[in-house]
């Protein structure tokens, strides 16, 4: 089934607790870890690091995962140097409580000596999980006080099941479309503007398809680079299809798009509830 991302977390900007996501947090703040940032690159390097005295949890508020399909988000413990390493029986669990009022459930133990290094962890829901109102708990076991066994946490997302009800049924059709053959100048019609690049073939070749111009737009001049459309009514559109060299690592998995995003973001801004304008804009590595 087609899924998408229901709850995401990268802890910048700093969010309030309480607040819209979040219950609490205890013994832990949004910073950078002393360890350094845990998070996917091209994310910010806030997460929630725990390092204080006392019980050391992170709470979500009650949350619809009814329709949830798995749990993910990056985890350290400790790693011997800036972020002092865990010892034995000083675990981080993660737990669910699927109504107020009851107990929490455990639904996985991370071992304090298995993630010394930060890793992405992948937790399928069972169906006790799936409630209209469950709460998502990360907590750690036990610890020797101040500046000890810390870890941290980050890049949390929940995958819900994309159900018939999210899906609007439309006609097929080429709502926008560009192969930027006229005369080498953008359609004004259609762009609204272009920095650090032109309308010509590219250095490395066409890279159109068979039958079509070989006019592109060609990015290669210091400073910013992007183009941005007029403003253009989305409401029906489904998606935003485009040719680019050098992005041989994208594939139909989540993480790659992340990947994808990272380097050509689409940016909509919403004018009036109608126009949307588009902007791809190339980040620098």
Sequence with gaps: SRSTIFFSEDFYPTPSFPGAKWQQISSGKIATPDCGS??????????????????????????????????????????????????IGEDVVVEYQPQVSTAFILLRTLAYDRYTTAQTVTISLPGAVKT?????RWRQLSHDGPNYDEWAIDHIR??????ARHVVPVKIGTLFSEDFYSSYTLDSAKWLLITGGTVRE???????????????????ADGNRSIETQALDLRF?????????NFSDYHNTQESVYLLLERCHFAYKLEGGLAVKTRIQEKTW
């Design 132 to 136: 209209t109102s469950t709460v998502l």
């Design 237 to 245: 559109a489904q998606c935003v299809n485009q040719d680019l060299v």
């Design 38 to 87: 845990i998070d996917v690159s091209g994310f910010s390097s806030q997460a929630a690091f725990f390092t204080g005295n006392g019980s050391r949890y992170i709470q979500t508020v009650p949350l619809d995962l009814s329709n949830a399909l798995t749990l993910s988000f990056r985890v350290q413990i400790g790693d011997g140097g800036l972020c002092e390493t865990a010892d």
């Design 202 to 220: 590219p250095d490395c070749g066409k890279i159109d398809l068979p039958g079509h111009s070989p006019e592109a737009t060609f990015f290669g």
């Design 158 to 163: 929940v995958m819900h099941t994309l159900t």
